[in-house]
């Protein structure tokens, strides 16, 4: 059963600061990974999509990924109130009969004032 | 560019009815997914359509079906609803099945009493 794993908070941090959300995925095949926001009451929004192992930047988001631990993080710089949602790490494995995306539960952010 | 798009946005229905929900994917998109978001499950896959064949199914009963058009919308179908089958289902479309990202419609609320 491939997995995807995350935090499922709630992470609390004060306005300024940086977020960081961490996730773990099981299936070491996995090829395409994505961080997704999505608010309370809507749909996934794409934030962030990581392919190579290091970090790719993003204004204030940065993804990091590192294949070896199979893990995946997104850094938010200068948090804002406007950043609390709860976000979703999906994992997809390209090829084959696997290329659906396979999300986490997703880590609740609040950002206070 | 429109984006995904999907109707109803809500629907409420009763024990053993049916549904057919639709989705209507980005200009040039020819890959469709459907997902099933409930708190406790998280956003779960239900299938993925491309070029109007089912390329991927997940985990679920033989009471949820799809299909796909030449056009590239998509239908999907649940027979005899269950109580449980409340949840936001969520369409969301890409290029292919590689390292494209998807992108999510607004998703159709489906309550059922």
């Known amino acids: 059963q491939k997995e995807v794993e995350q935090n499922s908070g709630p992470l609390s941090v004060p306005e300024g600061a940086i977020a960081s959300l961490n996730c773990t995925y099981s299936d070491r095949v996995s090829q ?67 290329g659906n995306l396979i999300f986490g539960k997703g880590t609740k952010l609040s950002v206070k004032p | 560019k429109a984006g995904v798009t999907q109707t109803p946005r809500y629907l409420i229905k009763t024990r053993g009815q049916q549904v057919t929900l639709s989705c209507s994917p980005i200009s040039g998109h020819r890959s469709v997914s459907w997902y099933q978001q409930t708190p406790g499950q998280g956003l779960q896959f239900l299938f ?50 590689g390292y494209q990202p998807q992108h999510f419609g607004d998703g159709t609320r489906l309550s059922i009493l």
């Open chain 1, 32 to 98: 395409s990974f994505f961080w997704y926001r999505q608010y309370s009451g809507k749909s996934p929004e794409l934030i962030m999509s990581i392919y190579s192992n290091g970090d790719k930047e993003d204004g204030r988001f940065t993804a990091q990924l590192n294949k070896a631990s199979q893990y995946v993080s997104l850094l938010i710089r200068d948090s804002q109130p406007s950043d609390s949602a709860t976000y979703l790490c999906a994992v997809r494995n390209y090829g084959g009969s696997q």
């Open chain 2, 48 to 97: 993925e359509y491309f070029s109007e064949t089912q390329r991927n199914k997940g985990n679920f009963p033989g009471r949820f079906s799809g299909r796909q058009f030449s056009n590239s919308r998509s239908e999907m179908n649940v027979s005899t609803l269950e109580l449980g089958d409340s949840a936001l289902y969520l369409c969301a479309s890409t290029t292919d099945r």
